[in-house]
T-cell receptor, first 110, second 115 residues
Framework: SQQGEEDPQALSIQEGENATMNCSYK?????LQWYRQNSGRGLVHLIL?????REKHSGRLRVTLDTSKKSSSLLITASRAADTASYFC??????????FGTGTRLQVTL | GAGVSQSPSNKVTEKGKDVELRCDPI?????LYWYRQSLGQGLEFLIY????????KSGLPSDRFSAERTGGSVSTLTIQRTQQEDSAVYLC?????????????FGPGTRLTVT
């Protein structure tokens, strides 16, 4: 079963705009991770934020974490067509088992 | 260096047949994970290995599913008597060690279609 929900389920923006995706989860966590998936195949790890962190940056990515609300957001700034993909948040449970959210499908158009 | 590889990339099988899916993790990675992605269930964890040992098999959907890992390297996920609901993309991942701060590297997946 999935840990939580992501919204929106789908997002369409123009190149250059910012994209924000939100993730909610249900249980206590040690960290939360974001992944990207192209064309329904392999997942690529984007960023990890620990439970004692509130914000983290990596290039054009900014992740926030609010453990009191059990929610996280991923912001992609200055989006590019190559950012078109599905984005998933994942929480880490026992034995490093990843539990994924439902995902957001991002479409960036020229 | 080489990433995680999986074979076959696509597999079409008839209902009732057995299938074997293979995962080659990154060399030196001691932890290996299997996940499944289907339309109805999203991305779900199946099983993990620490070395050759799989301490928790509770994520496997049914007793038709089994997995093994040999030599601390290659892993095989076997589905016996396949059913249509087994159709999904099966993803394998490996990490340097077990622990929530170790990044998991995913393979490209095997798309299984049961007709």
């Amino acid at each position: 079963s999935q840990q939580g929900e992501e919204d929106p389920q789908a997002l369409s923006i123009q190149e250059g705009e910012n994209a924000t995706m939100n993730c909610s989860y249900k249980t206590s966590i040690n960290n939360l991770q974001w992944y990207r998936q192209n064309s329904g195949r392999g997942l690529v790890h984007l960023i990890l934020i620990r439970s004692n962190e509130r914000e983290k940056h990596s290039g054009r990515l900014r992740v926030t974490l609010d453990t009191s609300k059990k929610s996280s957001s991923l912001l992609i700034t200055a989006s590019r067509a190559a950012d078109t993909a599905s984005y998933f948040c994942a929480t880490v449970g026992t034995a490093s088992k990843l539990t994924f959210g439902t995902g957001t499908r991002l479409q960036v158009t020229l | 260096g080489a990433g995680v590889s999986q074979s076959p990339s696509n597999k079409v099988t008839e209902k009732g047949k057995d299938v074997e899916l293979r995962c080659d993790p990154i060399s030196g990675h001691t932890a290996l994970y299997w996940y499944r992605q289907s339309l109805g269930q999203g991305l779900e964890f199946l099983i993990y290995f620490q070395g050759n040992s799989a301490p928790d098999k509770s994520g496997l959907p049914s007793d038709r599913f089994s997995a093994e890992r040999t030599g601390g390297s290659v892993s095989t996920l076997t589905i016996q008597r396949t059913q249509q609901e087994d159709s999904a993309v099966y993803l394998c991942a490996s990490s340097l060690a077990l622990g929530d701060l170790y990044e998991q590297y995913f393979g490209p997946g095997t798309r299984l279609t049961v007709t």
